[in-house]
């Protein structure tokens, strides 16, 4: 049986302990890990959440909803009286790319704007015909687009002038809620490069996009480096630091194992993405790819994909399925499922258009719900295979890609089908909560530095089979022709 979990008990937990918190985007979940990096044994605590959406492209979440969610982790976690004082630090990582107008006293103008929100697409438009996008994409690493901040500040400061003009501050999700609860809105160098407004050589937020957003550099935290937490005193943790907040990518990435060059992780969660931790910056930066600076030293080269687990999510709630969806998945390809274009919530990389929505291609009246559900998942890993494309050339020394997340633990058989349509081994990190461990790795590299950490956990090597690679880069290239005639319109 493979192993997914090196969960440890309390009394042969190795000290420090670090508390890491994870606000992704279906929950707030937090836990115990030792100086190892194995989680403590009943030491868990999670808090379901939604997203709110609306047909204008709406994508938010209440900031201070999430802060009393982060609150019962915390008490929940740190109630048990045999922890004392051994938890030496709190780190967290949230959903990336989030967005709160705050006035003076720190307090919430605005929802916060996840993601997944698009309802600046025409700002994207004005903006692209404004600036040149080659030029910011190589000093940001981030193309012009719904998920980051120039377009979404430009968009609220024509449709909410007055709550634009009263900001004195635009915080991360992560920003808001450590602000709430120690008083000091620590941004972590990666949180503040997912904005899209730093330059990922200098550490420097963008002059050009801050006139062109309308905003100035002291709205903004400055952005910090793990190695830089501050002291607070709340009950349970009085001894613990607290770290500056991160985003999930970049923990993920850690808690995969996939901390150098040569690992590609496969993140597989309600969002997805394909991202490298390279020293330094990628020069040059394919178009369609992003390259985040993440502290003094590196970043982190990929893509995202707004709908992994949300696309198969909608999929199990929609359609009329039968029970065995595992046979769905492992039966041979064929020419009769329908070609999707799984763009729920608009696409990210590699082609960046915001509004683009879901195509079915090929459905006829023979096809049932399960021929459209192995379609939609086919479509989602022929996503990944676009982002893996460019990634190539700019990342020539990956030997490995590695799974990580929900929807690779939830349907593990759909990662032979990611195989086949990537054209390379995939393997299976099977230990929940990566993104986590991530997090209270990257703290117990500052707490902890001399001890050992426990390797990963890994299921199956799933290999390319040479006949259906044959079979998926035909679909592959209709699902190109389908996709630039999306983007003609």
């Known amino acids: 049986m493979t192993r997914t979990d090196d969960d440890v008990a309390l009394d042969a937990a190795l000290d420090p302990l670090v508390l890491a918190v994870d606000i992704g985007s279906t929950a707030t979940r937090g836990g115990v890990h030792d100086a190892s990096g194995r989680r403590v044994h009943g030491l868990q605590h999670k808090v379901p959440h939604a997203f709110t959406v609306a047909p204008d492209g709406s994508s938010v979440i209440d900031p201070d909803q999430i802060t009393s969610e982060v609150e019962q982790v915390l008490d929940a976690v740190t109630g048990d009286r045999r922890l004392n004082t051994r938890i030496a630090g709190v780190a967290m990582d949230t959903f990336a790319a989030s967005l709160i107008a705050v006035d003076a006293a720190g307090r919430a103008l605005t929802p916060c704007l996840t993601y997944a929100d698009s309802r ?23 193309r012009l687009h719904t998920s980051y901040h120039t377009p979404r500040l430009r968009w609220l400061a024509a449709a909410q002038p007055r709550i634009f003009a009263a900001a004195a501050g635009w915080w991360s999700l992560g920003e808001y809620v450590l602000a709430r609860l120690v008083g000091h809105p620590l941004a972590g160098t990666s949180t503040v490069a997912w904005t899209g407004l730093l330059d990922r050589r200098t550490g420097e937020l963008d002059a050009e996009l801050l006139a062109a957003a309308g905003v100035r550099a002291e709205q903004f935290s400055p952005p910090r480096d793990l190695p830089d937490p501050a002291s607070a005193h709340r009950p349970g943790l009085d001894r613990a630091v607290w770290f500056p907040a991160i985003t999930d990518g970049f923990a993920s990435n850690v808690g995969s194992g996939a901390t150098d060059a040569t690992v590609l992780t496969a993140a597989t969660a309600t969002s997805g993405a ?56 492992t039966a041979p390809p064929s020419d009769a499922t329908p070609l999707v274009l799984p763009y729920l919530t608009g696409e990210r990389a590699p082609g960046w258009v915001g509004g683009a929505r879901a195509v079915l291609g ?26 893996a494309d460019e990634l190539r050339p700019a990342a020539p020394r990956v030997v490995e890609v590695a799974a990580a997340g929900r929807v690779s633990n939830d349907r593990p058989e759909w990662l032979q089908i990611l195989a086949d349509v990537l054209g390379r081994p995939v393997t299976h990190v099977t230990r929940r909560r990566a993104t986590q461990r991530g997090t209270a790795l990257l703290a117990l590299d500052l707490l902890a530095p001399d001890v050992p950490r426990a390797s990963r956990t890994t299921g199956v090597t799933y290999e390319p089979r040479p006949a259906y690679v044959d079979h998926y880069a035909d679909r592959r290239a209709r699902f190109a022709e389908i996709y630039d005639a999306l983007v003609r319109g």
């Open 362 to 387: 090929g459905v006829s009246a023979a096809t049932d719900g399960d021929a459209l559900f192995r379609g939609i998942v086919e479509g989602v890993a022929m996503t990944y295979a676009r982002v």
């Open 274 to 329: 394909l991202r490298v931790l390279l020293d330094g910056p990628a020069d040059p930066l394919p178009f369609g790819l992003w390259n985040y600076r993440v502290d003094a030293r590196r970043t982190l080269l990929g893509g995202a994909i707004n709908d992994v687990g949300r696309a198969v999510s909608w999929a199990m709630s929609t359609l009329r399925l039968s029970p065995d969806l595992a046979a769905v998945l």
């Open 120 to 142: 600046s697409a025409e700002a994207v438009t004005a903006l692209r015909a404004e600036l040149d996008e080659h030029a910011v994409q190589q000093r940001t690493g981030t």
